[in-house]
Protein backbone atom coordinates (compact mmCIF):
# COMPACT_ATOMS: atom_id res chain seq x y z
CA UNK A 1 0.00 0.00 0.00
CA UNK A 2 0.88 3.47 -0.72
CA UNK A 3 2.39 5.97 1.95
CA UNK A 4 -0.31 8.70 0.37
CA UNK A 5 -3.26 5.86 0.83
CA UNK A 6 -2.22 5.02 4.18
CA UNK A 7 -2.02 9.24 4.92
CA UNK A 8 -5.11 10.15 3.26
CA UNK A 9 -7.54 8.22 6.36
CA UNK A 10 -5.38 9.50 8.82
CA UNK A 11 -5.30 13.14 7.62
CA UNK A 12 -9.34 13.11 7.44
CA UNK A 13 -9.57 11.93 10.84
CA UNK A 14 -7.34 14.37 12.47
CA UNK A 15 -9.32 17.33 10.50
CA UNK A 16 -12.58 16.03 12.13
CA UNK A 17 -11.09 15.41 15.87
CA UNK A 18 -9.29 18.91 15.49
CA UNK A 19 -12.47 20.26 14.15
CA UNK A 20 -14.36 19.23 17.31
CA UNK A 21 -11.37 20.47 19.37
CA UNK A 22 -11.44 24.11 18.07
CA UNK A 23 -15.03 24.18 18.34
CA UNK A 24 -14.52 24.15 22.24
CA UNK A 25 -11.53 26.15 21.67
CA UNK A 26 -13.79 29.15 21.03
CA UNK A 27 -16.35 28.73 23.73
CA UNK A 28 -14.54 27.00 27.45
CA UNK A 29 -12.66 30.15 28.55
CA UNK A 30 -16.20 32.78 28.67
CA UNK A 31 -18.32 29.79 29.53
CA UNK A 32 -16.05 28.99 32.78
CA UNK A 33 -15.57 32.05 33.76
CA UNK A 34 -19.04 32.93 33.49
CA UNK A 35 -19.55 29.75 35.99
CA UNK A 36 -16.73 30.96 38.75
CA UNK A 37 -18.75 32.20 42.05
CA UNK A 38 -18.17 35.62 42.69
CA UNK A 39 -15.08 36.71 44.95
CA UNK A 40 -13.14 33.57 43.46
CA UNK A 41 -9.51 34.12 41.62
CA UNK A 42 -10.70 34.06 37.93
CA UNK A 43 -7.74 33.35 36.13
CA UNK A 44 -6.47 30.72 38.79
CA UNK A 45 -9.25 28.51 38.23
CA UNK A 46 -9.51 29.06 34.68
CA UNK A 47 -6.50 28.66 34.27
CA UNK A 48 -6.68 25.00 36.28
CA UNK A 49 -9.45 23.56 34.42
CA UNK A 50 -7.38 24.94 31.21
CA UNK A 51 -4.56 22.85 32.87
CA UNK A 52 -6.69 19.80 33.78
CA UNK A 53 -6.65 18.59 30.58
CA UNK A 54 -2.90 18.64 30.22
CA UNK A 55 -1.89 16.93 33.43
CA UNK A 56 -3.63 13.98 32.59
CA UNK A 57 -2.35 14.08 28.78
CA UNK A 58 1.01 14.59 30.51
CA UNK A 59 0.64 11.16 32.48
CA UNK A 60 -1.04 8.85 29.69
CA UNK A 61 0.32 10.02 26.37
CA UNK A 62 3.61 8.20 27.25
CA UNK A 63 1.68 5.01 27.97
CA UNK A 64 -0.57 5.18 24.73
CA UNK A 65 2.59 5.72 23.04
CA UNK A 66 4.15 2.17 24.21
CA UNK A 67 0.89 0.68 23.94
CA UNK A 68 0.64 1.60 20.35
CA UNK A 69 3.96 0.43 20.08
CA UNK A 70 3.47 -3.09 21.70
CA UNK A 71 -0.32 -3.51 20.18
CA UNK A 72 -0.32 -1.48 17.31
CA UNK A 73 -1.30 2.27 15.91
CA UNK A 74 -4.92 1.64 15.11
CA UNK A 75 -6.71 0.23 17.93
CA UNK A 76 -5.33 2.85 20.33
CA UNK A 77 -5.83 5.74 17.40
CA UNK A 78 -9.79 4.58 17.78
CA UNK A 79 -9.84 4.88 21.63
CA UNK A 80 -8.25 7.87 21.98
CA UNK A 81 -10.51 9.99 19.32
CA UNK A 82 -13.59 8.33 21.07
CA UNK A 83 -12.83 8.96 24.18
CA UNK A 84 -12.22 12.73 23.03
CA UNK A 85 -15.47 12.41 21.65
CA UNK A 86 -16.94 11.69 25.04
CA UNK A 87 -15.16 14.66 26.55
CA UNK A 88 -16.50 17.02 23.63
CA UNK A 89 -20.35 15.70 24.86
CA UNK A 90 -19.61 16.21 28.63
CA UNK A 91 -18.77 19.62 27.75
CA UNK A 92 -22.34 20.15 26.32
CA UNK A 93 -24.22 19.24 29.20
CA UNK A 94 -22.20 20.71 31.58
CA UNK A 95 -23.84 23.66 34.20
CA UNK A 96 -21.11 23.86 36.73
CA UNK A 97 -17.55 23.61 36.61
CA UNK A 98 -17.21 20.68 37.97
CA UNK A 99 -18.99 19.27 35.01
CA UNK A 100 -16.51 20.99 33.06
CA UNK A 101 -13.75 19.54 35.15
CA UNK A 102 -15.16 15.91 34.03
CA UNK A 103 -14.70 17.26 30.23
CA UNK A 104 -11.17 18.18 30.05
CA UNK A 105 -10.26 14.98 32.22
CA UNK A 106 -11.71 13.07 29.61
CA UNK A 107 -10.34 15.31 27.41
CA UNK A 108 -6.75 14.76 28.65
CA UNK A 109 -7.43 11.00 28.16
CA UNK A 110 -8.09 10.95 24.52
CA UNK A 111 -5.60 13.33 24.05
CA UNK A 112 -2.83 10.98 22.20
CA UNK A 113 -4.29 10.59 18.98
CA UNK A 114 -2.48 12.87 17.15
CA UNK A 115 0.88 11.27 18.44
CA UNK A 116 -0.28 8.03 17.61
CA UNK A 117 -0.61 8.85 14.04
CA UNK A 118 1.98 10.97 13.75
CA UNK A 119 4.09 7.67 14.99
CA UNK A 120 1.92 5.61 12.59
CA UNK A 121 2.79 8.33 9.63
CA UNK A 122 6.45 7.62 10.45
CA UNK A 123 6.32 4.11 10.86
CA UNK A 124 5.13 4.31 6.77
CA UNK A 125 7.71 6.99 5.44
CA UNK A 126 11.11 7.25 5.14
CA UNK A 127 12.73 9.85 7.17
CA UNK A 128 13.83 12.04 4.28
CA UNK A 129 10.39 12.31 3.37
CA UNK A 130 9.06 12.53 6.71
CA UNK A 131 9.30 16.82 7.08
CA UNK A 132 6.99 16.96 4.48
CA UNK A 133 4.31 13.92 6.00
CA UNK A 134 4.65 16.02 8.89
CA UNK A 135 3.72 19.41 7.40
CA UNK A 136 0.74 17.64 5.78
CA UNK A 137 -0.51 16.26 9.00
CA UNK A 138 -0.04 19.33 10.50
CA UNK A 139 -1.84 21.33 7.68
CA UNK A 140 -4.80 18.76 8.29
CA UNK A 141 -5.10 19.74 12.18
CA UNK A 142 -4.98 22.75 11.64
CA UNK A 143 -7.23 22.82 8.95
CA UNK A 144 -9.97 21.60 11.78
CA UNK A 145 -8.52 24.20 13.88
CA UNK A 146 -9.68 26.60 11.30
CA UNK A 147 -13.36 25.67 10.79
CA UNK A 148 -13.64 24.34 14.32
CA UNK A 149 -13.22 27.88 16.15
CA UNK A 150 -15.53 29.81 13.26
CA UNK A 151 -17.93 27.56 13.58
CA UNK A 152 -18.16 27.22 17.59
CA UNK A 153 -17.84 30.94 18.38
CA UNK A 154 -21.07 31.41 15.96
CA UNK A 155 -22.57 27.77 17.44
CA UNK A 156 -22.02 29.18 21.35
CA UNK A 157 -23.64 32.12 20.53
CA UNK A 158 -26.68 30.65 19.33
CA UNK A 159 -27.22 27.50 21.68
CA UNK A 160 -24.52 27.83 24.07
CA UNK A 161 -22.24 25.33 25.39
CA UNK A 162 -24.98 22.52 24.10
CA UNK A 163 -25.11 23.40 20.70
CA UNK A 164 -20.91 23.21 20.67
CA UNK A 165 -20.63 19.98 22.33
CA UNK A 166 -23.10 18.18 20.57
CA UNK A 167 -21.97 19.35 17.18
CA UNK A 168 -17.99 18.64 18.63
CA UNK A 169 -18.72 15.06 19.75
CA UNK A 170 -20.19 14.13 16.69
CA UNK A 171 -17.43 15.18 14.12
CA UNK A 172 -14.69 13.69 16.83
CA UNK A 173 -16.85 10.26 16.41
CA UNK A 174 -17.05 10.92 12.80
CA UNK A 175 -13.25 11.17 12.80
CA UNK A 176 -13.45 7.38 15.08
CA UNK A 177 -15.21 5.83 12.45
CA UNK A 178 -12.97 7.21 9.57
CA UNK A 179 -9.85 5.53 11.16
CA UNK A 180 -11.78 2.40 11.87
CA UNK A 181 -13.22 2.26 8.20
CA UNK A 182 -9.95 3.72 6.50
CA UNK A 183 -6.98 3.32 8.34
CA UNK A 184 -4.63 0.03 7.25
CA UNK A 185 -3.98 -2.28 10.64
CA UNK A 186 -0.23 -1.94 11.00
CA UNK A 187 2.15 -4.30 13.20
CA UNK A 188 3.23 -3.82 16.50
CA UNK A 189 6.68 -2.23 16.52
CA UNK A 190 8.20 -2.05 20.06
CA UNK A 191 10.90 -4.82 20.87
CA UNK A 192 10.09 -7.45 23.61
CA UNK A 193 12.69 -6.08 26.34
CA UNK A 194 10.96 -2.20 25.47
CA UNK A 195 8.03 -3.54 27.42
CA UNK A 196 10.39 -3.48 30.70
CA UNK A 197 10.58 0.36 30.46
CA UNK A 198 9.45 2.70 33.03
CA UNK A 199 5.73 3.60 33.13
CA UNK A 200 7.29 7.42 32.37
CA UNK A 201 9.08 7.32 28.78
CA UNK A 202 12.11 9.64 29.86
CA UNK A 203 14.24 7.00 29.30
CA UNK A 204 14.20 7.93 25.97
CA UNK A 205 16.17 11.01 26.53
CA UNK A 206 18.57 9.37 28.62
CA UNK A 207 19.40 6.88 25.71
CA UNK A 208 19.14 9.69 23.42
CA UNK A 209 20.96 13.08 24.67
CA UNK A 210 21.05 14.57 21.89
CA UNK A 211 16.97 15.06 21.84
CA UNK A 212 17.10 16.69 25.14
CA UNK A 213 17.22 20.57 24.00
CA UNK A 214 15.15 19.84 20.81
CA UNK A 215 12.62 18.60 23.78
CA UNK A 216 13.32 21.93 26.18
CA UNK A 217 12.69 23.89 23.56
CA UNK A 218 9.35 22.09 22.72
CA UNK A 219 8.51 22.66 26.40
CA UNK A 220 9.21 26.42 26.02
CA UNK A 221 7.77 26.90 22.97
CA UNK A 222 4.54 25.50 23.81
CA UNK A 223 4.31 27.33 27.47
CA UNK A 224 4.82 30.58 25.50
CA UNK A 225 1.88 29.59 23.23
CA UNK A 226 -0.61 28.58 26.40
CA UNK A 227 -0.47 31.57 28.21
CA UNK A 228 -2.28 33.35 24.80
CA UNK A 229 -4.64 30.53 24.41
CA UNK A 230 -5.67 30.47 28.26
CA UNK A 231 -6.52 34.40 28.15
CA UNK A 232 -7.19 35.61 25.02
CA UNK A 233 -10.83 34.85 24.93
CA UNK A 234 -11.07 37.17 27.83
CA UNK A 235 -8.28 40.04 26.51
CA UNK A 236 -10.50 40.74 23.51
CA UNK A 237 -13.98 40.53 25.20
CA UNK A 238 -11.78 42.71 28.18
CA UNK A 239 -9.87 45.17 25.91
CA UNK A 240 -13.04 45.47 22.79
CA UNK A 241 -15.78 43.32 23.87
CA UNK A 242 -15.54 41.11 21.30
CA UNK A 243 -17.31 37.76 22.09
CA UNK A 244 -16.50 33.82 20.97
CA UNK A 245 -17.49 34.70 17.11
CA UNK A 246 -14.68 36.98 17.08
CA UNK A 247 -12.63 34.62 18.80
CA UNK A 248 -13.33 31.62 16.37
CA UNK A 249 -12.62 34.17 13.48
CA UNK A 250 -8.98 35.55 14.71
CA UNK A 251 -8.39 31.17 15.78
CA UNK A 252 -9.51 30.54 12.50
CA UNK A 253 -7.54 33.11 10.32
CA UNK A 254 -4.56 32.17 12.25
CA UNK A 255 -4.68 28.39 11.66
CA UNK A 256 -5.46 28.93 7.21
CA UNK A 257 -2.34 30.81 7.47
CA UNK A 258 -0.56 27.27 9.04
CA UNK A 259 -2.36 25.08 6.82
CA UNK A 260 -0.83 27.15 3.66
CA UNK A 261 2.74 27.32 5.57
CA UNK A 262 2.97 23.46 6.83
CA UNK A 263 0.84 22.43 3.36
CA UNK A 264 3.20 24.50 1.01
CA UNK A 265 6.10 25.92 2.74
CA UNK A 266 7.91 23.35 5.28
CA UNK A 267 8.88 20.42 2.74
CA UNK A 268 10.47 23.57 0.64
CA UNK A 269 11.96 24.82 3.30
CA UNK A 270 13.23 21.96 4.67
CA UNK A 271 15.36 21.13 1.61
CA UNK A 272 16.96 24.45 1.03
CA UNK A 273 17.40 25.70 4.73
CA UNK A 274 19.73 25.22 7.11
CA UNK A 275 16.80 23.83 10.35
CA UNK A 276 18.98 25.86 13.11
CA UNK A 277 18.37 28.65 10.99
CA UNK A 278 14.89 28.01 10.39
CA UNK A 279 13.94 26.90 13.54
CA UNK A 280 15.46 30.88 14.94
CA UNK A 281 13.63 32.72 12.72
CA UNK A 282 10.04 30.94 13.19
CA UNK A 283 10.55 31.11 17.40
CA UNK A 284 11.36 34.80 16.79
CA UNK A 285 8.47 35.51 14.30
CA UNK A 286 6.52 33.49 17.09
CA UNK A 287 7.56 35.56 19.77
CA UNK A 288 6.53 39.05 18.12
CA UNK A 289 3.03 37.90 17.16
CA UNK A 290 2.67 36.80 21.03
CA UNK A 291 3.67 40.03 21.92
CA UNK A 292 1.51 42.43 19.41
CA UNK A 293 -1.86 40.88 21.35
CA UNK A 294 -2.82 43.46 24.10
CA UNK A 295 -1.42 46.54 22.39
CA UNK A 296 -3.71 46.20 19.35
CA UNK A 297 -5.80 49.30 20.06
CA UNK A 298 -2.89 51.41 21.43
CA UNK A 299 -0.49 50.46 18.49
CA UNK A 300 -2.87 52.09 15.80
CA UNK A 301 -5.58 54.10 17.16
CA UNK A 302 -6.38 54.90 13.59
CA UNK A 303 -6.95 51.37 12.61
CA UNK A 304 -9.76 48.89 14.24
CA UNK A 305 -7.92 46.81 16.42
CA UNK A 306 -9.47 43.55 15.01
CA UNK A 307 -6.98 44.06 12.05
CA UNK A 308 -3.73 44.41 14.24
CA UNK A 309 -5.04 41.35 15.97
CA UNK A 310 -5.06 39.61 12.21
CA UNK A 311 -1.52 40.87 12.02
CA UNK A 312 -0.44 39.55 14.94
CA UNK A 313 -2.16 36.02 14.03
CA UNK A 314 0.13 35.92 10.84
CA UNK A 315 2.88 36.70 12.43
CA UNK A 316 2.81 33.82 15.31
CA UNK A 317 1.06 30.92 12.27
CA UNK A 318 4.01 31.48 10.11
CA UNK A 319 6.63 30.64 12.98
CA UNK A 320 4.72 27.89 14.43
CA UNK A 321 3.68 26.69 11.08
CA UNK A 322 7.21 26.45 10.32
CA UNK A 323 8.62 25.05 13.91
CA UNK A 324 6.47 22.45 15.12
CA UNK A 325 6.92 19.86 12.35
CA UNK A 326 10.38 20.85 11.99
CA UNK A 327 10.97 20.26 15.42
CA UNK A 328 9.04 16.75 15.20
CA UNK A 329 11.17 15.62 11.78
CA UNK A 330 14.47 16.51 13.41
CA UNK A 331 13.39 14.62 16.90
CA UNK A 332 12.29 11.64 14.63
CA UNK A 333 15.18 11.59 12.64
CA UNK A 334 18.03 10.83 15.84
CA UNK A 335 15.15 8.52 17.80
CA UNK A 336 15.39 4.86 16.96
CA UNK A 337 12.95 3.73 14.50
CA UNK A 338 11.47 1.25 17.11
CA UNK A 339 10.91 4.00 19.59
CA UNK A 340 8.61 6.27 17.55
CA UNK A 341 5.64 5.39 19.45
CA UNK A 342 7.20 6.22 22.41
CA UNK A 343 9.23 9.92 21.01
CA UNK A 344 5.97 11.22 19.54
CA UNK A 345 4.24 10.30 22.85
CA UNK A 346 7.26 12.33 24.58
CA UNK A 347 6.72 15.31 22.35
CA UNK A 348 2.75 15.43 23.13
CA UNK A 349 3.92 15.24 26.48
CA UNK A 350 6.09 18.46 26.36
CA UNK A 351 3.09 20.19 25.07
CA UNK A 352 0.87 18.85 28.54
CA UNK A 353 3.75 20.26 30.69
CA UNK A 354 3.65 23.83 28.53
CA UNK A 355 -0.21 24.28 28.67
CA UNK A 356 -0.27 22.88 32.50
CA UNK A 357 2.03 25.80 33.47
CA UNK A 358 0.80 28.35 30.92
CA UNK A 359 -2.62 28.46 31.86
CA UNK A 360 -1.88 28.88 35.43
CA UNK A 361 0.74 31.38 34.86
CA UNK A 362 -1.28 33.18 32.47
CA UNK A 363 -4.34 33.54 34.25
CA UNK A 364 -2.94 34.74 37.56
CA UNK A 365 -1.09 37.59 35.08
CA UNK A 366 -3.98 38.50 33.03
CA UNK A 367 -5.83 39.20 36.59
CA UNK A 368 -3.35 41.79 37.60
CA UNK A 369 -2.09 43.01 34.28
CA UNK A 370 -4.09 41.84 30.38
CA UNK A 371 -0.51 42.42 28.98
CA UNK A 372 1.28 40.43 31.15
CA UNK A 373 0.96 37.15 29.97
CA UNK A 374 1.72 38.00 26.59
CA UNK A 375 4.87 39.82 27.23
CA UNK A 376 6.03 36.68 29.27
CA UNK A 377 4.84 34.87 26.05
CA UNK A 378 7.01 36.98 23.64
CA UNK A 379 10.13 36.75 25.55
CA UNK A 380 10.08 32.88 26.56
CA UNK A 381 9.52 32.09 22.44
CA UNK A 382 11.78 34.88 21.82
CA UNK A 383 14.66 32.85 24.20
CA UNK A 384 14.16 29.24 22.52
CA UNK A 385 15.34 30.96 19.32
CA UNK A 386 19.29 30.82 21.34
CA UNK A 387 18.47 27.20 22.63
CA UNK A 388 18.09 25.39 19.57
CA UNK A 389 20.88 23.44 18.62
CA UNK A 390 23.21 22.49 15.65
CA UNK A 391 20.99 19.96 13.64
CA UNK A 392 21.45 17.87 10.77
CA UNK A 393 20.09 19.00 7.03
Avoid at 7 to 22: N, Q, S, T, V
Avoid at 116 to 139: C, E, H, K, N, W
Amino acid sequence: MTVARRELPILAAAFLDLLGFGMIVADIQLRAESLVPKGWPIGLLVGGLLASTFVIQLIVSPIWGRLSDAKGRKPIMIACTLLSAAAMLVYGLAGSLWVLLLSRVLSGFGAANVAVAQAYLSDSSDPDSRTAIMGRFGAATSAGLVVGPALGGFLAAAGGNLYVGLTAGAASMAGALWMALGVPSAPPTLAKAATKRSRFNLGLLADVPRLRPLVLIAVVAWLSLATLEGTFARLIEHLFHYDQRHFGVIFGFESILGVAVQALLVGWAAKRLNPRTLLRCAYCVQGVGLGLNPFAGALAPAVIPFVLLLAASTLYAIGAGIANPTVNSQCSRLAPEDRQGELFGLLQGTRSAGFVIGPLVGGSLFDWNPAAPYLLAAIVCCSAAFLVPKLAN
